[in-house]
């Protein structure tokens, strides 16, 4: 219904595009250059759009003035839709958290009454400013009961206006006056116009993935892909509660039925409100939200859900330990003022009903500290601890330990259970930066968790799983890390895998040996006529594209690690409906980070997939370039060098300043042969290099643990 209007709100929302800034960042991604050559265009051209904000170090530009500029230079045909709409929203006047907030607005009247939307966009921006609080009220009621979040209230802090800590804000009547939506009207008519390409809930979801992207810093994130198995390992559920809510993943994870209350609380409420909205959009299921600091003014004091999903923040010390002395949520024992996690713990215990569930994430030092013996002893005793669940380094941030699922259970008048379970699921870890082997993490920890939960009791699973009689954790330390208590499976037939792994290491170094290049010939420097990646793009003799703008779950991402340590696609992006650039056999890949000289051709085992942050695709047209001679030379020490530039400690490379020489088809093809060849020494080199790490490693474990012997 909405397509009738794209150009009537593109005509309506140009003249405030002026007020909508972009930084040097914008412009390059705007363009698909490295921030050098924006910095370059500056320098040379005279008549390059002048600074209209930010600061002298980061100056911001007038993205009109800027695109057109770019149109008359020819290095812009025409601004993607979700470019300038993310333009928009990251040029916002107020700051992008108000901006995701207004647009969040706005889309939710989309979704839920469009032709309110029709009518209402039909109009002045000064129109549509002024009525739309009014629709607002009436689509926020029904989907958030008798309350609602705010809006954000301009003031240029780019927050959004608090939340009571008493709960969400009341909306029984139009918003307070104090909130304008006349700056955002520009971009909210942009998003409209998204939401007309991709649907109200995939551009909400595109833009605050893109937001959450450009600020990885200020945000911890809760992967999809654990938030589903936490969310799995809960259960069904009518009423759901997040008392940490940050982005609301762990709620969207639960809020697959429309009967579903869901609640979530933030201590930002900037946060809390961007969950509302993105809940909403999400499902039909009632939704409360709340800002405020959970611990110290809990939103939900008479809450009893059947779930509680959590990811709390680690190791704060001012989380109220003074304040909260008394707390009646502190039925296991007070927690020291270096156990912020057990106080969130036990509040979520607190606003279970009887036999409900709790999920949390937790630090491994949780399980082990001293300070919180007393406390994790008591939740063994009374059964309110139900399983302790290693995960796999790089599951969540921080990646670099393997965090810890605590499932838990508020204890009902039926006995204690007398056993736990232990589970680790560090085997499933994956040298890539993607994260573990999700499919095998959720299939070996809910087949152990529900065959327990049926039981009461495991079978153990050596090196997996285990049930614990909880008289043998309440020792001195009442430790409950799974790594204690699970012993490493012993292979049975661990000599043999191990001269399996040696008769491979012996093949792969005579093929390395075979694959040794030839002598080389001393001969004079070339003197070609070069070009550059940006001349040959322009010539239309290659196609570049920049990496990370979307993805799906079901295709792999290739990323720089990839690219660099010649691994399978690994990674993952973040949650977004937009378009992924994806592989073709042929295609050459350049990561830009790091000051390396390296480019992978792909092939037709990566060919597909999706293609990473920080990576530049180039797509040679094969009658114009040979793939191989463009990636090797694109390998020069002394290319990559000059095409470099430098930002605070990280080198940043400038593809389309990278040289190759003017050479007839058939010579690159000479040229690009010998790469070939260069590329699979090189592999080979790696694999030999991977499979004598594992035999070492292999031989440390065997001799250790008894499965194989000195002789």
């Known amino acids: 219904m909405l397509d009738a209007h794209k150009e009537q709100a593109r005509g309506a929302g140009g003249v405030q595009d002026n007020a909508t800034e972009v930084t040097a960042a914008g412009i390059a991604r705007l363009a698909g250059v490295g921030r050098a050559a924006v910095s370059n265009w500056r320098r040379r051209h005279a008549d390059f759009p002048k600074p209209v904000g930010g600061t002298e170090t980061s100056p911001s530009f007038a993205l009109a003035e800027v695109e057109a500029w770019l149109r008359r230079q020819g290095k812009l045909a025409e601004v993607p839709l979700r470019e300038r709409v993310w333009q928009q929203l990251a040029g916002h006047?107020?700051?992008?958290?108000?901006?995701l907030t207004h647009t969040g607005c706005a889309l939710l009247l989309i979704h839920d009454r469009p032709t309110v939307w029709l009518e209402l966009s039909a109009g002045s921006d000064e129109r549509l400013a002024e009525l739309l609080p009014v629709a607002l009220e009436q689509v926020m009621a029904p989907r958030f009961g008798a309350t609602a979040p705010h809006?954000?209230?301009?003031?240029?802090?780019?927050?959004?206006?608090?939340?009571?800590?008493?709960?969400?804000?009341?909306?029984?009547?139009?918003?307070?006056?104090?909130?304008?939506?006349?700056?955002?009207?520009?971009?909210?008519?942009?998003?409209?116009?998204?939401?007309?390409?991709?649907g109200a809930r995939q551009a909400f979801e595109f833009l605050l993935g893109r937001h959450l992207?450009?600020?990885?810093?200020?945000?911890?994130?809760?992967?999809?892909?654990?938030?589903?198995?936490?969310?799995?390992?809960?259960?069904?559920?009518?009423?759901?509660?997040?008392?940490?809510?940050?982005?609301?993943?762990?709620?969207?994870?639960?809020?697959?039925?429309?009967?579903?209350?869901?609640?979530?609380?933030?201590?930002?409420?900037?946060?809390a409100a961007l969950t509302a909205f993105r809940l909403a959009l999400h499902t039909s299921s009632t939704v409360r939200a709340a800002g405020g600091d959970t611990l110290r003014a809990d939103a939900y004091p008479e809450l009893r859900a059947d779930v509680v999903l959590c990811h709390p923040p680690f190791n704060e010390r001012n989380w109220g330990h003074d304040e909260l002395a008394y707390d009646p949520r502190w039925e296991y024992g007070f927690p020291a003022r270096t156990e912020s996690e057990l106080a969130w713990?036990?509040?979520?215990?607190?606003?279970?009903?009887?036999?409900?569930?709790?999920?949390?994430?937790?630090?491994?030092?949780?399980?082990?500290?001293r300070s919180g013996?007393?406390?994790?002893?008591?939740?063994?005793?009374?059964?309110?601890?139900?399983?302790?669940?290693?995960?796999?380094?790089?599951?969540?941030?921080?990646?670099?330990?393997?965090?810890?699922?605590?499932?838990?259970?508020?204890?009902?008048?039926?006995?204690?259970?007398?056993?736990?379970?232990?589970?680790?699921?560090?085997?499933?870890?994956?040298?890539?930066?993607?994260?573990?082997?999700?499919?095998?993490?959720?299939?070996?920890?809910?087949?152990?968790?529900?065959?327990?939960?049926?039981?009461?009791?495991?079978?153990?699973?050596?090196?997996?799983?285990?049930?614990v009689p909880v008289i043998e954790l309440l020792d001195d330390d009442v430790d409950f890390s799974p790594a204690r208590h699970l012993p490493p499976p012993t292979a049975a037939d661990g000599a043999e895998q191990l001269t399996e792994v040696r008769t491979r290491l012996g093949e792969t170094l005579r093929l390395t040996?075979?694959?040794?290049?030839?002598?080389?010939?001393?001969?004079?420097?070339?003197?070609?006529?070069?070009?550059?990646?940006?001349?040959?793009?322009?010539?239309?003799?290659?196609?570049?594209?920049?990496?990370?703008?979307?993805?799906?779950?079901?295709?792999?991402?290739?990323?720089?690690?990839?690219?660099?340590?010649?691994?399978?696609?690994?990674?993952?992006?973040?949650?977004?409906?937009?378009?992924?650039?994806?592989?073709?056999?042929?295609?050459?890949?350049?990561?830009?980070?790091?000051?390396?000289?390296?480019?992978?051709?792909?092939d037709d085992a990566t060919a597909g997939a999706a293609l990473g942050r920080n990576l530049v695709l180039l797509r040679p047209d094969p009658a114009a370039l040979d793939p191989w001679f463009l990636a090797g030379f694109l390998r020069g020490t002394a290319n990559n060098r000059q095409a470099s530039s430098y930002a605070s400690t990280a080198t940043r490379l400038d593809v389309r300043r990278l040289h190759l020489p003017r050479l007839p088809l058939e010579d690159q093809r000479r040229y690009g042969a010998r790469f070939r060849a260069l590329d699979e020494f090189e592999r080979a080199l790696r694999h030999a290099s991977r499979l004598g790490e594992q035999l070492v490693r292999g031989m440390y474990d065997g001799l250790t643990d008894g499965t194989v012997t000195p002789d």
């Open 93 to 99: 006047p107020e700051g992008p958290v108000t901006a």
């Open 151 to 198: 809006a954000a209230r301009p003031g240029g802090s780019g927050e959004a206006a608090p939340l009571p800590s008493s709960g969400p804000v009341p909306s029984s009547g139009p918003l307070p006056p104090s909130v304008s939506f006349l700056p955002s009207v520009p971009l909210l008519r942009g998003a409209a116009e998204l939401a007309a390409e991709l």
């Open 213 to 271: 992207d450009a600020n990885p810093r200020q945000y911890t994130l809760t992967p999809a892909e654990l938030s589903r198995l936490m969310a799995d390992l809960a259960g069904p559920a009518r009423t759901v509660l997040d008392p940490a809510c940050g982005t609301g993943a762990l709620l969207r994870a639960a809020a697959d039925r429309p009967d579903r209350e869901l609640y979530a609380q933030d201590s930002a409420a900037e946060l």
């Open 345 to 369: 713990v036990q509040h979520a215990l607190a606003r279970l009903r009887d036999g409900g569930t709790a999920v949390l994430l937790m630090p491994p030092a949780a399980a082990s500290r």
């Open 373 to 467: 013996r007393r406390i994790r002893a008591d939740l063994l005793r009374r059964g309110a601890l139900r399983a302790v669940v290693a995960l796999p380094v790089g599951a969540a941030p921080p990646y670099n330990i393997p965090l810890h699922l605590w499932v838990l259970r508020r204890p009902a008048t039926t006995p204690a259970q007398p056993e736990v379970l232990l589970a680790d699921a560090g085997q499933f870890a994956t040298e890539g930066r993607g994260g573990p082997d999700w499919h095998a993490v959720r299939d070996a920890v809910l087949d152990a968790w529900r065959s327990f939960d049926r039981a009461g009791t495991l079978q153990e699973r050596p090196g997996l799983a285990r049930s």
């Open 513 to 602: 040996t075979d694959l040794t290049p030839p002598p080389v010939r001393p001969a004079q420097p070339a003197r070609w006529p070069l070009t550059t990646v940006g001349e040959l793009a322009r010539g239309g003799a290659l196609v570049l594209r920049t990496g990370g703008h979307g993805g799906h779950a079901r295709v792999p991402v290739l990323t720089d690690h990839d690219v660099l340590a010649g691994t399978a696609p690994s990674g993952s992006l973040p949650e977004s409906e937009e378009e992924a650039v994806l592989t073709r056999p042929g295609d050459v890949v350049v990561p830009v980070l790091g000051g390396g000289a390296v480019a992978r051709v792909i």
